[in-house]
């Protein structure tokens, strides 16, 4: 069953907390960005192990496969937009529709544990290409295709906001399903 697209604007996380995510993007400290996005992808990809992960709590809401199938292209994606920051200021990152993507690449019939290798994989990576910038590099721009506007700190911060909102996503599902 179809999922309604997300077409909400996010960025709102950078100025005050996110009530269902358990973050704070006002208050992040972005030099520790690689130590969280390596926690929050094991604490998901964890979560695929549980045997409910191909099962959605409602009709209106991810499997935990499919938040894990998301987030690990979000990792993906925002390893490649950090580089088109740091290769130019003022970046201009392409279009992506996620809930296309979910569809096209059929997120609920792939294979949980390998998803969760992937997941982890792509945590590490991105953790690994924040956690090489520094000094001057956090003021570089990127801006979205709708017109928003980052700077790789800013971006950072958002970008965090994300793994640990679905994290909370997938625990809530979990509890919803019972057993």
Known sequence: MAITPDDKNWTWVLERPCPE??????????????????????????????????????????????????VRDVYRLYEYRLGLMLAEDGARFPNWDQD?????DDYGTQDP?????????????????????????????GIRSDGAEFTIDSFARYMVHDPVHHVADVERGYARLGG
């Open 113 to 141: 544990m390998v998803v969760a290798a992937e997941l982890r994989a792509a945590a590490q990576s991105l953790a690994a290409a924040f956690d090489r910038v520094s000094g001057e590099q956090w003021s570089r721009r």
């Open 21 to 70: 995510g358990r973050f704070d993007g006002s208050t992040f400290d972005v030099g520790s960005i690689g130590a969280a996005l390596v926690a929050t992808g094991e604490a998901l990809a964890g979560l695929l192990a549980d045997g409910r992960a191909r099962t959605r709590p409602d009709d209106a809401t991810w499997s935990a496969l499919e938040y894990g199938c998301h």
């Open 100 to 104: 296309a993507t979910a569809v096209e």
